[in-house]
């Protein structure tokens, strides 16, 4: 029988495309784990003002990381600030938790992996 977890905080941040390495690495030393980086594209008023008048298509990317609920709060926090979120058109970020979750997690062992 598989083991489900609940204790997860699912943290998505959008940010302009090429800003999401330095996102993540914000987020490691916070105390995430791992990180999944996807390619999207935005809409909304940049579009419409694009160089000239012409209209654009910015690209984005979306990190999702899962994290346990005691470290949510830092590696939030830590994206916001890599990411410069608190400057018009640098991206959203919003945390919730995850109802269910399972993945692989090895038991801790003090022996060394072969």
Known sequence: MQ???????IIT??????AADDVVEAA??????????????????????????IAIQPEKEIIEIGV?????D?????MAEAGKLHLPGKGFIYM???????TYIPEATDQPQP
């Open 13 to 18: 941040c959008i940010v302009e495309r090429g």
């Open 3 to 9: 083991k489900y977890t609940i204790d997860v905080m």
């Open 68 to 72: 346990h609920p005691s470290r949510a």
């Open 28 to 53: 490691k030393k916070a105390g995430a784990k791992a990180a999944t980086i996807s390619f999207a594209r935005g809409t909304g008023i940049r579009e419409r003002l694009g160089l000239l008048g």
């Open 96 to 102: 919730t938790q995850a109802v269910k979750a399972l």
């Open 74 to 78: 830092a590696v939030f926090h830590a």
